[in-house]
């Protein structure tokens, strides 16, 4: 029973889990939970924004201390702590409810979910052959979009007006969801123990199939700035989409919560999309390409005057959302050895997280008197992201290896 039951694509589940309490329940669906604190009167609309730049201000502490981890080890124990921190977090937040008490618990949410992130694809493909390494990856990072989807429906079915149950909800969809990511972490202590010798054969053979750059630290330096830039133009989706929803449409709130699965929905495709296709189609490509769906996507989202238009433009920004972070992460692992993937990753999401920062708590006093502007400048972050993919690929054209 142990060998059956004892086998990496177990470690898949654990890790799509993973990321589904760390993105999809703690930060996507966060817009749908502040939109109903602030018809509680907990906070005022201007200070969902501001809530959201703490979170990642937490995300950003807990990104670059997972960057300075070089112990698989210690990065489990890391990981753990945060997998209990944010359960403890959620579990608060439903009840206190003033805006310093929301502040401190929403930057330890936010760490937690920085260290599951940045450490838990690592330790979920630890065991996984090299071969589907972008396949593995897909479905890790899909979890994100099974989150919002889980935490967008249960919300809209459950508590679509009330914000102490909707925290409650929140907080049960965390805790199944949790099961399987301990069963990982702790599965996979004893394995790391060993890892030390795989780890270098592993390194050495990516070493060999890694590609030479003329500068390679140009080029990653060019990655994280698309995934940052990506991580901006998300910003008036993830926040603003059912206020905007609610006003522009006078959609009721059960259905202006619903369609925040559609983003659930995208996340999930974006992440299963990259499993599918075949490796001729490389990843250096691959980023550009989605990169011009995601400006498609928010330009719908700017522009929409149906409800169908939205619903497209959120599937849209969905995929290319997931899609960018699960190819992102895989491009490092080809560009870089496997000992150093995981910490350029959290290199990565910190720059990623300032970004947020930067856009969100800059651009919260406009949130309630000029939303259009909001909207166009995160359309010019993703026309941004464009010009960075395209000259990733530019950097790399040349370049020749098993994706």
Not at 103 to 121: E, T
Not at 128 to 152: C, F, H
Not at 309 to 331: A, F, K, N, P, Q
Request: hydrophobic share 50%.
């Amino acid at each position: 029973m142990k060998g059956r039951y004892d086998h990496w694509r177990f470690d898949l589940i654990g890790g799509c889990f993973g990321i589904a309490i760390a993105l999809g329940l703690v930060r996507f669906d966060f817009g749908i939970l502040g939109r109903l604190m602030a018809e509680a009167k907990w906070i005022s609309i201007e200070q969902v924004g501001q809530l959201a730049a703490i979170n990642m201000l937490g995300y950003l502490a807990g990104s670059i201390q997972q960057a300075y981890l070089k112990s698989q080890k210690v990065s489990i124990r890391f990981v753990k702590l945060s997998l209990i921190i944010v359960i403890i977090s959620i579990l608060m937040e439903g009840h206190l409810r003033d805006f310093t008490s929301q502040s401190v618990l929403r930057f330890l949410c936010g760490w937690g979910a920085a260290h599951i992130v940045s450490g838990l694809p690592t330790i979920a493909l630890q065991r996984v052959p090299l071969e589907i390494n972008r396949s593995a990856t897909g479905i890790i990072m899909s979890g994100g979009g099974i989150g919002a989807l889980i935490g967008s429906l249960a919300i809209g079915m459950f508590s679509p007006t009330s914000a102490p149950s909707a925290w409650t909800v929140l907080l049960l969809s965390t805790l199944i969801l949790s099961l399987p990511v301990f069963i990982l972490l702790y599965r996979n202590v004893e394995y790391s123990q060993n890892l030390n010798l795989t780890s270098n054969q592993s390194v050495n053979n990516l070493e060999t199939k890694s590609p030479s750059s003329n500068n390679p630290r140009f080029l990653i330096a060019v990655i994280i700035l698309g995934f940052a830039f990506m991580q901006i133009g998300q910003v008036p989706t993830i926040l603003y989409e059912p206020l905007i929803a609610m006003n522009k449409l006078n959609l009721v709130p059960r259905l202006a919560s619903n369609l925040d699965g559609l983003f659930g929905l995208g996340l999930i495709i974006g992440g299963i999309i990259p499993a599918l296709v075949p490796s001729k189609l490389t990843t250096k490509l691959f980023l550009p390409l989605i990169s011009m769906f995601g400006l498609l996507g928010v330009i719908f989202f700017a522009n929409f005057s149906n409800i169908f238009e939205l619903s497209i433009s959120i599937l849209l920004i969905g995929v290319w959302d997931m899609m960018t972070g699960t190819l992102t992460y895989h491009r490092f692992g080809q560009i870089c050895s496997k000992s150093t993937q995981r910490r350029a990753w959290a290199t990565a999401t910190s720059v990623g997280a300032i970004g947020f920062i930067l856009f969100s708590s800059s651009t919260s006093q406009f949130s309630g008197s000029n939303i259009n502007l909001i909207l166009n400048l995160g359309i010019l972050a993703v026309a941004i992201q464009f010009i960075l993919e395209i000259t990733q690929y530019a950097l790399s054209a040349k370049e020749k290896f098993v994706d």
